[in-house]
């Protein structure tokens, strides 16, 4: 099997992940308002497991967004889509994933280190 007819799993999961999450996200706009930075905080200070769940939550975004920098030598392109990562979460990772993937043609080594 060719390389770039791989990973059909990966790529289905990442554009469900990325379409619920958008999806899950108007709702709750619609239902909670938008100032989620400000509940997420609220939630990672009340020292509860939802706090927990947060505070966690927040310790893998900034892996992800630190080997999204790491990966492409800290560009600045890489520093912009780190830090928005870092905030808005698998709606920005999961198509960056994806962009990868393409980018790449599917090898993985490539996908995780980029050009070291």
């Known amino acids: 099997m060719e390389q770039k007819n791989k990973h059909y799993f990966l790529k289905g999961l990442l554009i469900i992940q990325t379409l619920g999450l958008l999806i899950y996200s108007v709702i709750t706009i619609q239902n909670d308002g938008a100032n989620f930075l400000a509940r997420a905080q609220e939630f990672a200070t009340s020292m509860t497991w939802m706090g927990q769940f947060a505070l966690d939550f927040q310790c893998y975004l900034i892996l992800s967004a630190l080997w999204i920098a ?45 050009n070291r």
């Open 70 to 114: 790491w990966r492409d030598k800290f560009s600045l392109n890489s520093i912009i889509i780190a830090i928005v990562a870092m905030i808005l979460g698998i709606i920005v990772f999961a198509p960056y994933l994806l962009y990868l993937l393409s980018k790449e043609k599917g090898d993985l080594k490539r996908i995780l280190i980029g």
